[in-house]
């Protein structure tokens, strides 16, 4: 009954897209699908809108409509991938380069402004000068609490976290509860919006029932005390990747592997000597099961857990597309466990690496790149060999990625990590090379963060227009 009444919400959403309405109120549209978690549904609708959009504006760079109009387009443009010039921007500056007082009359305008700046790319000096406009306005305006409530509530939690960088998922539950608040809101979406989260989180239920019972099979959690029983974290985090209802064996995939990367790192990080981490290192990277009679049998348990998981997501590929990736995986498990063991090395002998020695080695032992490879194959994509060239030598794209990650982690968490007994993060290298202070090797490593947050965003473009 439930799924009866879903789609037949969202065939009338299907015609409210392919109306014919203004450009503002497409966007407006496209935008309220996007944060109600519902755009999955209608991707080819909503890249047919966006192409139309986008080539109409090729013709006028910098358009006439609002504050509002004009920075909700351009981050909508430039999310889906388009090449869209800061010059967007361009009638809204005075003669000194700066915003125009008068625009901070629109407040929905601001907003937008705001969350447009962080899709910024390399050199845009005008995005940089919005977000600064911006932020110090609408932080002044909540002080100052005005009667909009909805409005109240949109801004806080942008200035909390922007949009662009908020797990879609998580995004898609707090906006349900706001949305209903907005005068004028389209009550056929909003049920839509509810009926299709419990729709797709009763899946992702049967997925974490699933996990969960692989994870007590593998006896990780018994046998080894000593590691983090985190499945629930590591399903979760696989929602933030992949949350659509056809990609359940992905995220079963995904939350296996950040298991297994879990428990692995705490072998390294916690509990395994030095010579045993090295005996542990050598039997991965031959993947050989007799490899493991030299083991503790600790290590036994979780190297025969690590093999047979992968052997069956394997296995499970071969018989599906023919093609054995087991070479691909455990390449990626040897990386892994080599840069584990280098940490291992540089906390038995007290030693703290330069920040680029660090950098070089933590984008690997993040373990993003592992999860990635996994997900490409569980994804159930063809497999191509532009594809496999890519995930085995680990290009740009994966390496931005990972450090991203990685710089995140280390501003959010190094100082905890260091007191369990952790090697110094990249603060702490930062820090014992250039003799700075925390303070000032934080914002070092935020910013560091930040250019590769750029070199990402450059690299997805290529991306995007070489399939255009």
């Known amino acids: 009954m439930c799924t009866n009444r879903i789609n037949k919400l969202k065939e009338e959403v299907r015609v409210m897209l392919n109306q014919p309405i203004n450009t503002l109120d497409q966007l407006e549209l496209i935008d309220t699908l996007q944060r109600l978690g519902l755009a999955y549904h209608f991707e080819d609708e909503i890249k047919r809108q966006l192409m139309g959009i986008y080539n109409r504006r090729r013709a006028d760079v910098a358009g006439t409509e609002g504050l509002h109009a004009i920075a909700l387009e351009f981050r909508l443009l430039r999310q889906q991938g388009y090449t869209i010039s800061q010059d967007f921007f361009s009638n809204f500056l005075d003669e000194m380069g700066n915003f125009k007082i008068h625009l901070c009359e629109s407040l929905e305008g601001m907003l937008s402004l705001y969350e447009a700046s962080f899709l910024s790319e390399e050199d845009d000096n005008i995005l940089q000068v919005a977000r600064d406009f911006t932020t110090s306005y609408l932080n002044n305006y909540i002080k100052q609490n005005n009667n909009n409530k909805y409005m109240s509530m949109l801004i806080t939690h942008a200035l909390e976290l922007p949009l662009h960088w908020r797990p879609p998922r998580l995004e898609t539950r707090w906006f349900i509860d706001v949305y209903k608040r907005k005068l004028g809101k389209n009550s056929l979406m909003l049920e839509l919006a509810k009926l299709d989260f419990n729709y797709v989180q009763a899946i992702h239920q049967e997925d974490l029932k699933s996990t969960s019972r692989w994870w007590k099979n593998t006896g990780f959690g018994e046998k080894l005390s000593f590691a983090r029983d985190r499945i629930m974290e590591n399903f979760l985090w696989t929602i933030g990747m992949i949350f659509e209802p056809e990609f359940g064996y992905c995220r079963k995939v995904s939350t296996k592997v950040n298991a297994l990367l879990t428990t692995i790192d705490d072998v390294y990080d916690v509990y395994g000597t030095l010579d045993e981490l090295e005996l542990f290192t050598d039997a991965v990277g031959r993947w050989d099961v007799n490899a493991m009679e030299q083991l503790p049998d600790y290590m036994k348990i979780c190297f025969l857990g690590l093999q047979n998981s992968i052997n069956e997501i394997a296995f499970d590929t071969l018989k599906e597309q023919g093609f054995d990736i087991i070479p691909y995986l455990k390449k990626s498990w040897a990386d892994v466990c080599n840069s584990y ?128």
């Open 341 to 468: 063991l280098l940490e291992a090395k540089w906390y038995n002998s007290n030693y703290t690496p330069t920040l680029q020695e660090y950098l070089d080695n933590a984008w690997i032992s993040i373990g993003n790149a592992v999860v990635l490879i996994h997900g490409y194959f569980a994804s159930k994509t063809p497999i191509t060999n532009d594809a496999l060239k890519a995930l085995n030598e680990y290009q740009h794209i994966i390496r931005c990625s990972c450090l991203i990650f990685r710089l995140t982690e280390d501003l959010g968490t190094s100082s905890d990590e260091l007191k369990r007994g952790d090697v110094p993060k990249s603060i702490q290298c930062y820090m014992h090379e250039t003799g700075a202070s925390e303070a000032r090797a934080r914002w070092h490593i935020a910013c560091t963060n930040m250019e590769m947050d750029m070199e990402l965003k450059i690299v997805k473009l290529k991306i995007v227009f070489y399939h255009y």
